[in-house]
């Protein structure tokens, strides 16, 4: 039988239900999805691909998936660092957002933030923020996945003047986008404190309707816990719920500041969390109980969030802090497995898009979006399980292939749909353009 691509690595790592991890085993690809896994010598007898990528001492596993990202942040790497997130927000990134955050920025940033994320290894992300038709724009061109956040936000930006243009603004790119295999979208309301209850009665209204999610900050910090008590006399949680977001539309990032009693709500409420962990050790914002979400049954997915406050975008890193983290706030050093952190950085967060039939794991029918990583490097060897070295020894520099829909968009470290030189010097231009007035 005749097929486009056949995979050929020293281990897949498939994320399935059973997390199978299969040695000497190649990968099939035709039509942009997997139509087989299984073992290599019955491969070459089976299949006449037409490209057959051989990846010795190399894993291949699913693309990974970045829950929380704003992309066309990366613009501001660096800007304004070692601050609390409200005077970082308030004093820095917003003034200069107010300035500089027009629809060529964010097609700028967000391409440069493409191009970090395909050489690192996601192939999916999420994103949140001003003129999405230019994320989306720089997506399609890329060639890689993602769901584009419709911004809701209670007060004018160059983007809008408020909820209802935002709305219709997001709507109408809804409308634009809904052919294109590649591109989903969600509400993205971008915090309690800032978008008041009657546009989130709107969001929840059009979620449920059109079967979409709702992407929104929440919990972020101790401060926003307590400001919401002082002016609604109600936390966050607890006035979206009597607002009717939470449910399995909902994706609440970050969630630092959680009791027992609002775990088990969003366990009853099949309500997702977004686990930025980098993001939050960098602003002082707090620890997600990740081990107790886990436990309650909560799906917990990772985010880098943006490069202003991270400042990468790597989620293999991610994964790596993840894990660790969790074990020290759990006081257990057998919480969030490399297994676990690794399908939070895939399946989980496929599954809190409402993508986990499309990506998230390497299975027969599911789209070919994979990424291999060489482990043959000195500093994930020796190597006696090839998961583990991935979350807790491999670097993003290991990541040398990277496909979405069976589409090669970086093949041996080098990029296939992006220009790096191109990116560096309006990367370049930005710094100049911006750092002259910072």
């Known amino acids: 039988m005749e097929i486009e691509l056949l995979v050929i690595p020293e281990w897949v790592i498939t994320v399935n239900s059973r997390n199978q991890v299969l040695h000497h085993h190649a990968v099939a690809v035709d039509d942009s999805r997997i139509v087989d896994i299984l073992p290599m010598s019955e491969a070459e007898k089976r299949y006449r691909p037409r490209q057959t990528v051989v990846l010795a001492q190399q894993a291949l596993l699913p693309g990974l998936v970045n829950a929380h990202t704003h992309a066309a942040m990366a613009l501001l790497k660096g800007l304004a660092d070692d601050l609390p997130l409200m005077e970082w927000l308030q004093n820095h990134i917003w003034p200069a957002e107010s300035r500089w955050a027009d629809a060529q920025f964010v097609y700028d940033g967000s391409r440069l933030a493409i191009a970090e994320?395909?050489?690192?290894?996601?192939?999916?992300?999420?994103?949140?923020?001003?003129?999405?038709?230019?994320?989306?724009?720089?997506?399609?061109?890329?060639?890689?996945?993602?769901?584009?956040?419709?911004?809701?936000?209670?007060?004018?930006?160059?983007?809008?003047?408020?909820?209802?243009?935002?709305?219709?603004?997001?709507?109408?790119?809804?409308?634009?986008?809904?052919?294109?295999?590649?591109?989903?979208?969600?509400?993205?309301?971008?915090?309690?404190?800032?978008?008041?209850?009657?546009?989130?009665?709107?969001?929840?209204?059009?979620a449920c309707e059109m079967d979409m999610p709702i992407h929104m900050h929440v919990h972020e910090t101790a401060f926003e816990v307590q400001q919401a008590l002082a002016q609604h006399d109600a936390v966050p949680l607890a006035r979206l719920d009597n607002l009717g977001l939470l449910d399995k539309h909902f994706l609440a990032v970050h969630m630092t500041q959680l009791t027992d009693e609002e775990i088990a709500l969003l366990a009853e409420k099949g309500t997702h969390v977004i686990h930025c962990p980098e993001s939050n050790l960098k602003l002082a914002s707090g620890f997600c109980p990740v081990a107790k979400l886990l436990a309650a049954g909560v799906n917990v997915a990772l985010g880098t969030d943006g490069n202003a406050s991270n400042n990468d975008l790597d989620m293999l890193g991610e994964m790596r802090t993840a894990a660790l983290i969790a074990k020290a706030v759990a006081h257990d050093a057998s919480v969030v497995s490399a297994v676990q952190a690794l399908r939070m950085a895939t399946i989980n967060g496929a599954t809190a898009l409402g993508l986990a039939d499309t990506i998230g794991s390497l299975e027969i029918g599911k789209a070919a979006d994979m990424i291999a990583v060489d482990l043959s490097a000195l500093e994930t060897q020796p190597l006696y399980d090839p998961v583990s070295q991935i979350v807790y020894c491999a670097n993003r520099n290991q990541v040398t292939h990277t496909w979405v829909a069976g589409k090669a968009l970086m093949t041996q470290r080098e990029l296939t749909t992006l220009n790096i030189t191109e990116l560096l010097a309006t990367a370049q231009a930005w710094q100049q353009k911006i750092g002259a007035t910072s």
């Open 117 to 206: 994320m395909i050489r690192s290894g996601t192939t999916c992300f999420n994103d949140m923020y001003f003129f999405p038709e230019q994320t989306a724009k720089a997506v399609q061109e890329a060639g890689i996945r993602a769901c584009i956040g419709l911004i809701v936000i209670d007060f004018p930006t160059a983007w809008g003047t408020g909820p209802e243009d935002y709305l219709q603004k997001g709507l109408a790119l809804h409308d634009q986008v809904a052919d294109d295999p590649l591109l989903t979208t969600a509400f993205a309301p971008h915090a309690p404190y800032t978008v008041s209850d009657d546009p989130l009665k709107q969001v929840s209204h059009l």
